[in-house]
């Protein structure tokens, strides 16, 4: 019955006549109530107007109308009636029915719980001759205050879920360090503590022309890095795309006669002078040795599984990606590049093995402001990792590795740590029903579980799982009406329902979502997930779970980063020179770049640590480092030919 008085009340605004223009209400006195209104509201919601007038009240005179409200008082006034026309008999019999059967079938309250629409006026003390548009005077409520606060309550019920208190927090630091102290021991441990034979770091007053080499998939990247010595560079790059035909060659020298050649084509087009000199000296020298001030020392990245046993030296354990060259597994990938490109004669030298966080690590220490060098270099993206700088002498496990020369005057060495594998046994890491089906359901179940709690790979993927498990609660796009032709609807294709269907940069998006009725959020969920008529409360519960998710995800990396100041002593305070006294950490990443307030979660984190505090936390410089495949690579071959040369500077 409620749809039937909508739809007699539709028709009759339909159908407005022109009242005299004497109409004025003007004040608490009435002459006709408005039999429509069926809740109570206050005076500043009232809003008449000649198009409220049905039809069936024209009236021969002007007369004035206003709505029947516990804030009026109703007048007597009336002007005297003796007889009515047949239409006006009519149309109160007509109404006199319908309100009768609007009674015996349901009530204000409802209409009002049951979602349907409720119409609701405005009114003003001025006279509006017209209605411009409908839709400001009847306002739909979708959600009702209890279905939203249900809503509310769930999402931050199922946030709870996430939350990393400070005593965790700390108990994963014990744990982190623990781990990290094993890992320098032996092999085979959670945390694979890697040794880089990288004994340096630059300082920013180097200078040069260095090149850099990046296979990191399907694109093999060629750059040049020009070292200025006032931490600042220059840089030139190509990039290529890798054939398809390539990466499963029957021999690796297919693959690599193909880098060498890039190579050679960059210094043609980008260093024609030094080339064609080098070309020169050849045909001079016949076979004598070329100086080694001539040759380009190079920086080779490669981002497949190796076991690096020098700084230029390290062979294949297995390819990923795409990657399936069989005669390639154990053989040394630097050899393997170095042959080729003295088969072009290119001047060129393989100078170091280089690991994308380690060069994160060269990058921010050459470009950071200060007298300190950098101590941690961090990535927090699609992945997470990182790499510090430590005492040769806790690196127990070097002198069980394979032998090898490394420069050992600095008595430090960079360390890869390969922390993603923290607590692989689960004996500290928080763990939620999402957490434990997005591992069970991965390609490697059991593996990378801090990474799996961290890095933006899976950030929206854990996202994903608690929108699906709201959505079989019926409150995430839901109404209390479901049947309601305007409740939200989500396609049966949409990404929601695909497993890695939800990248991070959507809970960045959320996360920045300021709008009025979070309208960017709800734009997106239309846009990209196929979700239609999202409501406001909507957005926000999920604006509560990616604050939650995001924030254990930077919490977490505070640990990681409290960790490895503690372990290496630089929690203790050693100068009195401010500038001497700062920890100087770079970062690089999606997360610490672009989601918004993580770096401020993990500031908040650090102060939790009481190693650190408040006090110790204002020491730490967290700054972007940029680029570290390629000019951290440049900067690992520059370190590389100062050992060689004996003039490496001291980190």
Same mark, same amino acid.
């Given at each position: 019955?409620? !749809?039937?008085?909508?739809?007699?009340?539709?028709?009759?605004h339909?159908?407005?006549?022109?009242?005299?223009?004497?109409?004025?209400?003007?004040?608490?006195?009435?002459?006709?109530?408005d039999?429509?209104?069926?809740?109570?509201?206050?005076?500043?919601?009232?809003?008449?107007?000649?198009?409220?007038?049905?039809?069936?009240?024209?009236?021969?005179?002007?007369?004035?109308?206003?709505?029947?409200?516990?804030?009026?008082?109703?007048?007597?006034?009336?002007?005297?009636?003796?007889?009515?026309?047949?239409?006006?008999?009519?149309?109160?019999?007509?109404?006199?029915?319908?309100?009768?059967?609007?009674?015996?079938?349901?009530?204000?309250?409802?209409?009002?719980?049951?979602?349907?629409?409720?119409f609701? $006026?405005?009114?003003?003390?001025?006279?509006?001759?017209?209605?411009?548009?409908?839709?400001?005077?009847?306002?739909?409520?979708?959600?009702?205050?209890?279905?939203?606060?249900?809503?509310?309550?769930?999402?931050?019920?199922?946030a709870?879920?996430?939350?990393?208190?400070?005593?965790?927090?700390?108990?994963?630091?014990?744990?982190?360090?623990?781990?990290?102290?094993?890992g320098?021991?032996k092999?085979?441990?959670?945390?694979?503590q890697?040794?880089?034979?990288?004994?340096?770091?630059?300082?920013?007053?180097?200078?040069?022309?260095?090149?850099?080499?990046?296979?990191?998939?399907?694109n093999?990247?060629?750059?040049?890095?020009?070292?200025?010595?006032?931490?600042?560079?220059?840089?030139?790059?190509?990039?290529?795309?890798?054939?398809r035909?390539?990466m499963?060659?029957?021999?690796?020298?297919?693959?690599?006669?193909?880098?060498?050649?890039?190579?050679?084509?960059?210094?043609?087009?980008?260093?024609?002078?030094?080339?064609?000199?080098?070309?020169?000296?050849?045909?001079?020298?016949?076979?004598?040795?070329?100086?080694?001030?001539?040759?380009?020392?190079?920086?080779?990245?490669?981002?497949?599984?190796?076991?690096?046993?020098?700084i230029?030296?390290?062979?294949?354990?297995?390819?990923?990606?795409?990657?399936d060259? !069989?005669?390639?597994?154990?053989?040394?990938?630097?050899?393997?590049?170095?042959?080729?490109?003295?088969?072009?004669?290119?001047?060129?030298?393989?100078?170091?093995?280089?690991?994308?966080?380690?060069?994160?690590?060269?990058?921010?220490?050459?470009?950071s402001?200060?007298?300190? !060098?950098?101590?941690?270099?961090?990535?927090?993206g699609t992945?997470t990792?990182?790499?510090?700088?430590?005492?040769?002498?806790?690196?127990?496990?070097?002198?069980?590795?394979?032998?090898?020369? $490394?420069?050992?005057?600095?008595?430090?060495?960079?360390?890869?740590?390969?922390?993603?594998?923290?607590?692989?046994?689960?004996?500290?890491?928080?763990?939620?029903? $999402?957490?434990?089906?997005?591992?069970?359901?991965?390609?490697?179940?059991?593996?990378?579980?801090?990474?799996?709690?961290?890095?933006?790979?899976?950030?929206?993927?854990?996202?994903?799982?608690?929108?699906?498990?709201?959505?079989?609660?019926?409150?995430?796009?839901?109404?209390?009406?479901?049947?309601?032709?305007?409740?939200?609807?989500?396609?049966?294709?949409?990404?929601l329902?695909?497993?890695?269907?939800?990248?991070?940069s959507?809970?960045s998006?959320?996360?920045?979502?300021?709008?009025?009725?979070?309208s960017?959020?709800?734009?997106?969920l239309?846009?990209?997930?196929?979700?239609?008529a999202?409501?406001?409360?909507d957005?926000?519960?999920?604006?509560?779970?990616?604050?939650?998710?995001?924030?254990?995800?930077?919490?977490?990396?505070?640990?990681?980063?409290?960790?490895?100041i503690?372990?290496? !002593?630089?929690h203790?305070?050693?100068?009195?020179?401010?500038e001497?006294?700062?920890?100087d950490?770079?970062?690089?990443?999606?997360?610490?770049?672009? $989601?918004?307030?993580?770096?401020?979660?993990?500031?908040?984190?650090?102060?939790?640590?009481?190693?650190?505090?408040?006090?110790?936390?204002?020491?730490?410089?967290?700054?972007?480092?940029?680029?570290?495949?390629?000019?951290?690579?440049?900067?690992?071959?520059?370190?590389?030919?100062?050992?060689e040369?004996?003039?490496?500077?001291?980190?």
């Amino acid at each position: 019955m409620g !749809g039937i008085l909508r739809d007699i009340r539709s028709n009759t605004h339909q159908k407005q006549t022109q009242l005299p223009e004497t109409f004025h209400p003007s004040g608490p006195t009435v002459d006709y109530v408005d039999p429509f209104l069926f809740y109570p509201a206050t005076t500043a919601e009232l809003a008449p107007s000649k198009a409220h007038l049905p039809p069936f009240f024209e009236t021969p005179t002007p007369a004035r109308f206003i709505y029947a409200t516990s804030d009026f008082q109703l007048s007597p006034k009336r002007p005297p009636r003796t007889s009515f026309t047949p239409t006006q008999l009519f149309s109160f019999s007509v109404l006199l029915v319908v309100l009768v059967l609007q009674l015996l079938t349901s009530s204000p309250a409802q209409h009002e719980a049951s979602g349907q629409s409720v119409f609701k $006026y405005t009114a003003s003390s001025k006279a509006q001759p017209t209605c411009p548009n409908v839709a400001n005077i009847f306002e739909r409520a979708t959600v009702s205050p209890p279905f939203k606060m249900a809503l509310l309550e769930k999402a931050k019920k199922m946030a709870g879920e996430f939350e990393y208190k400070t005593e965790n927090l700390n108990r994963g630091v014990k744990a982190f360090i623990s781990q990290m102290d094993e890992g320098l021991q032996k092999t085979g441990t959670s945390m694979s503590q890697i040794p880089t034979y990288v004994t340096a770091v630059p300082n920013g007053t180097e200078k040069g022309l260095y090149l850099a080499v990046d296979l990191g998939g399907t694109n093999f990247r060629v750059c040049s890095i020009q070292l200025h010595g006032d931490t600042t560079f220059s840089q030139t790059q190509s990039k290529v795309a890798i054939p398809r035909e390539l990466m499963v060659a029957e021999t690796s020298r297919d693959l690599f006669s193909f880098l060498a050649k890039q190579i050679e084509n960059f210094l043609r087009e980008h260093h024609t002078d030094h080339f064609e000199a080098h070309v020169e000296r050849r045909k001079t020298m016949g076979s004598q040795q070329v100086s080694t001030k001539d040759i380009f020392q190079l920086g080779f990245t490669f981002s497949f599984p190796v076991n690096q046993v020098g700084i230029n030296r390290g062979t294949l354990a297995r390819w990923t990606k795409g990657f399936d060259i !069989g005669d390639a597994i154990g053989k040394d990938v630097c050899e393997l590049l170095q042959q080729e490109i003295d088969a072009l004669h290119l001047p060129v030298k393989v100078a170091a093995l280089v690991n994308d966080t380690v060069g994160t690590l060269m990058t921010r220490s050459y470009s950071s402001p200060g007298k300190t !060098g950098t101590l941690l270099g961090a990535i927090f993206g699609t992945g997470t990792n990182g790499a510090y700088v430590e005492n040769l002498d806790k690196i127990k496990k070097l002198s069980s590795m394979q032998e090898t020369d $490394y420069d050992k005057s600095t008595g430090k060495m960079i360390v890869n740590t390969e922390w993603g594998s923290f607590d692989n046994q689960m004996s500290v890491l928080p763990n939620t029903p $999402y957490d434990i089906d997005l591992d069970r359901e991965s390609v490697n179940p059991g593996i990378q579980m801090f990474e799996k709690r961290v890095s933006g790979m899976f950030l929206g993927e854990i996202l994903r799982r608690t929108i699906i498990a709201l959505r079989k609660e019926s409150v995430l796009f839901q109404t209390e009406d479901p049947s309601n032709r305007d409740a939200p609807t989500v396609t049966e294709n949409s990404a929601l329902y695909k497993q890695w269907g939800v990248d991070t940069s959507f809970l960045s998006l959320v996360q920045a979502d300021t709008s009025p009725d979070f309208s960017e959020t709800r734009r997106t969920l239309a846009n990209d997930f196929g979700v239609d008529a999202a409501s406001s409360s909507d957005a926000e519960a999920l604006k509560v779970l990616v604050n939650a998710i995001g924030k254990r995800a930077a919490r977490l990396s505070a640990v990681a980063i409290g960790a490895v100041i503690i372990t290496t !002593g630089h929690h203790i305070s050693h100068s009195s020179d401010p500038e001497e006294d700062v920890v100087d950490i770079g970062v690089d990443g999606s997360l610490v770049e672009h $989601y918004p307030g993580f770096v401020d979660h993990i500031r908040e984190a650090l102060r939790e640590i009481p190693e650190l505090g408040e006090k110790g936390e204002k020491r730490i410089r967290i700054g972007i480092a940029k680029d570290g495949s390629g000019v951290g690579a440049a900067l690992i071959a520059l370190v590389a030919a100062q050992a060689e040369e004996g003039s490496v500077q001291k980190a």
